[in-house]
Nanobody
Framework: QVQLVESGGGLVQAGGSLRLSCAASGRTFSSYHMGWFRQVPGKEREFVAAITGSGGITDYADSVKGRFTISRDNAKNTVYLQMNSSKPEDTAVYSC???????????????????WGRGTQVTVSS
C-alpha cells in the first residue's frame, strides 16, 4: 500500500508557473506508475499526465502538452508536475495517483488508480 500527499498548489497569474509535488510513503515507490489528474466541481476527473515507475515513459493530455512536465525522483519517493504557461482553464484540484500494473499509456490515462492523494488546489487568475 502507498500513501500520497500533494503539495505546491496555490494562486498563480495566467502565464505563470507552479510546481506540484506528490510525496509517497513506502519502500517500493519505483514500482508504481504515477498519474496526475484534475477535477473542477461539477465535472468529471480529467487525466493530466502520467509517468512509469522507471520514468522512461511519460504521457500528457493534449490540453497540457508542451506546457506541463511530469517527472519523478525515486530516491525521494516524489513525483512532480511542473506547470508552465498556466491558463485560467487549468484551475482545478490536482491529485496524484499510483498504480502498479501495466506501464502502458492507455492504462495510465484511466482513472481507476487504486491509490490517491487528497489533492491540492490550483487557481490561475486571468
Amino acid at each position: 500500500q502507498v500513501q500520497l500527499v500533494e503539495s505546491g498548489g496555490g494562486l498563480v497569474q495566467a502565464g505563470g508557473s507552479l510546481r506540484l509535488s506528490c510525496a509517497a510513503s513506502g519502500r517500493t515507490f519505483s514500482s508504481y506508475h504515477m498519474g496526475w489528474f484534475r477535477q473542477v466541481p461539477g465535472k468529471e476527473r480529467e487525466f493530466v499526465a502520467a509517468i512509469t515507475g522507471s520514468g522512461g515513459i511519460t504521457d500528457y493530455a493534449d490540453s497540457v502538452k508542451g506546457r506541463f512536465t511530469i517527472s519523478r525522483d525515486n530516491a525521494k519517493n516524489t513525483v512532480y508536475l511542473q506547470m508552465n504557461s498556466s491558463k485560467p482553464e487549468d484551475t482545478a484540484v490536482y491529485s496524484c495517483a499510483a498504480r502498479s500494473d501495466y506501464p502502458n499509456p492507455y492504462y495510465l490515462r484511466l482513472s481507476n488508480y487504486p491509490y490517491w492523494g487528497r489533492g491540492t488546489q490550483v487557481t490561475v487568475s486571468s
